[in-house]
Each structure stands twice: as C-alpha cells, then as structure tokens.
C-alpha cells in the first residue's frame, strides 16, 4: 500500500511537468545582431531540413536543434517537420553521405542561447520564457501549432 501511494504522489508531480511541456510556446531565435525574417513553417522546415541554406542577405544558415530525446525538440520536430526526431535518422544519413551535416545538436537549452549568439547566421528555438537579450526571436510557434510573428502573452 505504501508503495502504491508514492508512486502516485510521484505520478501526480510529474503531471504539471508533463503538462507544461505540451503547453509551451517555443521562440525561433537569431543572433541580436542579425536582421533576417522568417515568415512560415514551411520556411522554418526548408532550414531544418537543410534544403535552404542561404539567408536571404548570402550568409549561410546555421540551424541547431536540441538532442533528439529533448521534449522542445520532439514538440519542434512533430510541429515543424511533421515526423519525430527518431524517424528523421535514415534522412539525415542519406544526405550526409552527400556532404549535408544535419544541423548541429546541443544538449540544454542554455546551450542552445549561448550557440546562437555566438554563431553568425544560426537559427534556434527555445521554450519562449528562456528566450533573453542575448538572442532575437523573429518568430513563436504557439501552442495550436501556428507560427507568430508577434510576441504572445507569456506566463513566465
């Protein structure tokens, strides 16, 4: 019986957790000093499939993701690139062999802001309460799945 009950109260406190990863908004990031505007998901998916790779000004596109296992990531993934990161595997090996590296993973969101503002033409996503003045976000993906290019209301 005692058993029972902590693995319930364990099952209740991870249910906010669980809760507040499917309800996140997620800023797409640039570098601060950057200037590029990204207008849709199916752009957002060209970059992170690396069938765009010039921004618009000839700077080469440095997209980045979240280790595969990552909930953002997954989230990111399923909403942008209609597949999760585990099924993208054979993809990214086919265009290896071509000379395409997939984009390149970090393990945290904070590495993720420091990535991104320090390396000139990456693009990012974070949870949208993380994102800070080292980065820019040009653009939200919203919890319905839409892409904003206005800040939403966030409760931070």
């Excluded at 752009?43 to 765009?52: D, G, Q, S, T």
């Excluded at 997939?102 to 802001?113: C, D, F, I, K, N």
């Excluded at 993380?130 to 939403?152: C, E, F, I, N």
Aim: aromatic letters at 8%.
């Amino acid at each position: 019986m005692r058993c029972l009950i902590t693995s319930l109260l364990f099952l209740i406190w991870l249910l906010p957790l669980h809760a507040g990863a499917e309800g996140e908004v997620i800023a797409i990031i640039i570098p601060k000093a950057e200037s590029v505007k990204v207008t849709s998901k199916p752009e957002l998916a060209l970059i992170f499939w690396r069938k765009k790779l010039y921004w618009a000004s000839s700077k080469r596109i440095q997209p980045v993701n979240l280790s595969p296992d990552n909930v953002l990531r997954q989230k990111f993934s399923l909403q942008i690139l209609d597949s999760p990161p585990e099924d993208q595997l054979e993809y990214w090996n086919a265009l290896y062999f071509h000379g395409t590296p997939p984009p390149h993973v970090v393990r945290s969101q904070e590495a993720m802001l420091r990535y991104v503002a320090d390396t000139p033409g990456a693009i990012g996503y974070v949870d949208a309460c993380r994102a800070d003045s080292r980065v820019k976000a040009v653009a939200w993906l919203l919890t319905d799945g839409s892409v904003s290019h206005v800040q939403p209301s966030l409760g931070c």
